[in-house]
């Protein structure tokens, strides 16, 4: 991509100071009849006027609106190689750029180099309603000057009030959130932004997308959602398993829609836990207001074995921009993209991702920019975590060939904003973490000059592996959002109940599998009398473990709506527990044990605690279970 402004200027300069060497060295030397260029290029002097340049046939001149009343327009043309007598001329240095408003005086307007043949006019003469003709001339090192090129005319068109055509490519892929051995997950939905109205009119206007959407078992359309016309990703969350279909339409500044472009997807749950293997030599060029992408596709999963990738997620952010990796596009196993949604004025880096029908993704490719002869490092492989005896936390990685140093970057969330946290150059980093906090963390490569990688998967963290207290109602909001209650709906099955009014400091995650408002009622008494709105409901909470032997206790606060639960971890099942008190001091304390075994890549695994409701007791008024906190003793 070529700065334009700032080049222009320079070439400007730069071509004066040349014509005049050239021309003092031609006079004063006319026995010599050639000399060179500063790149090494022999310009040999024919003595003829270069030929007039002659328009891309295929794109001659483009227009395009930027924003309100700003165009640009793009003029392209074949570099021009003979003079006017048609035999080869070595000694063309530049183009002049003229253009002129209809019934106007023509004047120039650039001066480029011979090796550039195209043109970006972003002048704030461009308005609406206005005709500009363009004509385009060569020149040799003698000043002599073509004759100009055909006239192109430039209309810039007032903004029509059209009808767009229909929003195209829609392809979907499974959110990351799907956990294993559940049945609640994502789908993100993409798609490719209508580039014509339906009167074949650039359709530059779009500033929104409505999407509708309906379940397998409901056949009612019900808009979801409504999103920016510079946006072509959603995520719809908190879906059972089954088929969902959506529609999308555009809709553009006049309040015109266009027809609906509709598809589906289906969730299946985690059928595995491997993710494909990565996508490799990565190219990124920009060519006519575009960036095009190219890649190679995995033929294994990353374990080695089959591949059963089922799409490309491509990922790009804006050169030294703070913002991390933004997800814009989903594609079938397709090795090329061209992204249309750019500004000219910057340089993009890229990278790319694989993924299988069960949401696991591949780690990041080496990235690849659309800033010419930028060359970045391999993404980081298997990070994980270990452990001394003195409970000093080491994180490690495969180290990377050609790495400077490497850069460690923290988060509260897994998917939230990572923070630089410090740099080695090793591929290891020493760090403490306090009691109890959980940190997420990602590694980045580092070249000689300081041009980063991808950043590597994440790892989670927490304080004090030792000896940590896993609060259970800090997973209220994965358990709100489907990632492990088993019915639908369950918004008013878990929330958090605040008990320090009696004493009892801190919050609890509280669980009914009752919800009134859903037609469910108690009707169950003891076990005997089992209610199926109740009985065999449970929710799960999921903690990444590293590897080792673990020994924990799992705090319940006894109370009058309590049911009995049977709880699950490691393989294990303990009970049935009555979790029935009239004495809501009741604190039951149940020890659980489990072995983590190792993972060759992730060097622990999750653990899932699973809390079943089997039943009621004679004297509770309901199923619940509420559940304190998990403490980990190891």
């Given at each position: 991509m070529i700065k334009l402004s700032i080049y222009n200027i320079k070439f400007a300069a730069y071509s004066i100071l040349l014509i005049f060497l050239a021309s003092a060295f031609s006079f004063g030397c006319a026995a010599k009849n050639s000399e060179t260029t500063p790149a090494g290029q022999l310009l040999v002097d024919d003595g003829y006027i270069p030929d007039s340049p002659k328009w891309d046939k295929n794109s001659p001149i483009a227009i395009q609106k930027l924003n309100e009343n700003v165009y640009q327009?793009?003029?392209?043309?074949?570099?021009v190689t003979v003079n006017n007598e048609d035999n080869t001329k070595k000694n063309i240095i530049g183009y002049n750029i003229y253009r002129r408003k209809e019934s106007a005086i023509e004047k120039k307007i650039a001066t480029l180099a011979s090796d550039q043949h195209y043109y970006i006019d972003k002048s704030p003469e461009l308005i609406e309603g206005e005709k500009?003709?363009?004509?385009?001339?060569?020149?040799?090192?003698?000043?002599?000057?073509?004759?100009?090129?055909?006239?192109?005319?430039?209309?810039?068109?007032?903004?029509?009030k059209t009808i767009p055509k229909s929003p195209s490519r829609m392809f979907f892929a499974p959110g990351s959130s799907i956990a294993f051995g559940n049945d609640r997950g994502d789908i993100i939905i993409?798609?490719?932004?209508?580039?014509?109205?339906?009167?074949?009119?650039?359709?530059?206007?779009?500033?929104?997308?409505?999407?509708?959407?309906?379940?397998?078992?409901?056949t009612t359309w019900k808009q979801i959602a409504k999103i920016p016309g510079d946006k072509n990703i959603f995520i719809d969350s908190n879906l059972t398993q089954g088929t969902y279909f959506y529609r999308i339409r555009a809709k553009n500044s006049s309040g015109n829609?266009?027809?609906?472009?509709?598809?589906?997807?289906?969730?299946?749950g985690k059928l595995d836990n491997s993710s494909p293997g990565p996508v490799?030599?990565?190219?990124?060029?920009?060519?006519?207001?575009?960036?095009?992408?190219?890649?190679?596709n995995p033929v294994k999963d990353a374990d080695g074995k089959t591949l059963d990738f089922i799409g490309i997620k491509v990922y790009r952010k804006i050169k030294d921009s703070s913002e991390p990796f933004t997800l814009v596009k989903i594609l079938p196993p397709d090795i090329s993209y061209t992204d249309f949604n750019i500004d000219m004025d910057s340089y993009y880096i890229y990278t790319v991702t694989t993924f299988d029908v069960s949401g696991n993704e591949s780690i990041m490719s080496r990235?690849?920019?659309?800033?010419?002869?930028?060359t970045y490092l391999e993404t980081p492989k298997n990070l994980f975590a270990s452990l001394s005896k003195n409970s000093t936390l080491t994180l490690n990685w495969e180290s990377v060939p050609g790495a400077k140093t490497y850069n460690v970057y923290k988060s509260q969330f897994e998917n939230g904003i990572y923070t630089k946290s410090g740099d080695t150059a090793l591929n290891s980093y020493i760090m403490s973490i306090p009691y109890g906090n959980v940190y997420y963390y990602k590694v980045t490569a580092a070249s000689e000059n300081g041009v980063e990688s991808s950043p590597s998967k994440c790892i989670q963290i927490v304080g004090n592996i030792l000896n940590k207290t896993?609060?259970?109602?800090?997973?209220?909001?994965?358990i709100s959002k489907g990632v492990n209650?088993?019915?639908?709906?369950?918004?008013?099955?878990?929330?958090?109940?605040?008990?320090?009014?009696?004493?009892?400091?801190?919050?609890?995650?509280?669980?009914?599998?009752?919800?009134?408002?859903?037609g469910e009622s108690v009707r169950g008494v003891p076990i005997s009398g089992k209610d199926t709105d109740a009985v065999d409901d449970y929710i799960e909470i999921n903690q990444f473990m590293s590897t080792g032997i673990y020994k924990c206790d799992i705090w319940i606060k006894k109370s009058d709506d309590s049911g009995i639960y049977q709880i699950e971890v490691g393989g294990k099942k303990y009970g049935p527990l009555d979790c029935y008190s009239n004495n809501n001091y009741d604190i039951m304390k149940l020890p659980v044990s489990f072995v983590v075994d190792d993972d060759a890549t992730y060097h622990g695994k999750n653990m899932t605690f699973r809390f079943t409701c089997l039943g009621k007791t004679e004297n509770s008024s309901d199923y619940v279970i509420n559940l304190d906190k998990i403490v980990v003793l190891k």
């Open positions: 327009v793009i003029l392209d043309w074949d570099i500009f003709i363009y004509t385009i001339t060569a020149f040799d090192n003698m000043l002599r000057e073509s004759t100009g090129s055909d006239p192109q005319m430039a209309i810039i068109q007032p903004e029509k993409s798609w490719d932004a209508p580039m014509e109205n339906i009167d074949n009119s650039p359709a530059s206007d779009i500033n929104e997308y409505e999407i509708e959407s309906h379940s397998h078992s409901q829609y266009s027809q609906y472009v509709d598809g589906n997807f289906s969730i299946f490799t030599n990565l190219e990124v060029w920009y060519q006519k207001g575009k960036n095009y992408l190219r890649w190679q990235p690849a920019s659309s800033e010419p002869e930028i896993i609060e259970c109602e800090s997973y209220l909001n994965d209650a088993v019915t639908r709906p369950f918004a008013l099955e878990v929330r958090v109940i605040d008990y320090s009014d009696i004493n009892q400091q801190g919050n609890y995650l509280w669980f009914s599998p009752i919800s009134k408002e859903d």
